[in-house]
């Protein structure tokens, strides 16, 4: 048996390749299948931003 992919065969290289082509396929498909439920999202209201803050002294902070 031969543990160098520099001297495996025609054989060899084709196993390896169909093996990782398969396994990138199964890996989207789950990534795919994965999400959640977007209904949830969607029936929310949107969370809108507050009014702005400005500060014009800062003098409770202390530097200590």
Same mark, same amino acid.
Do not use: Q
């Given at each position: 048996? !031969? *543990? !160098?992919?520099? &001297? +495996?065969?025609? +054989?060899? *290289?084709?196993?390896?390749? &169909? %093996? +990782?082509? !398969? ?8 990534? =795919?299948?994965?999400?959640?439920? $977007?209904? %949830?999202? +969607?029936?929310? /209201?949107? =969370?809108? @931003?507050? @009014? !702005?803050? =400005? %500060? &014009? &002294?800062? $003098?409770?902070? /202390? =530097?200590?």
């Amino acid at each position: 048996m !031969s *543990h !160098s992919l520099h &001297s +495996a065969d025609r +054989a060899t *290289h084709l196993k390896i390749v &169909s %093996l +990782a082509a !398969s396994l990138t396929i199964v890996i989207v498909l789950v990534g =795919i299948h994965a999400r959640t439920d $977007t209904s %949830l999202v +969607a029936s929310r /209201a949107p =969370i809108k @931003a507050a @009014a !702005s803050v =400005i %500060l &014009s &002294s800062d $003098t409770d902070r /202390a =530097i200590r």
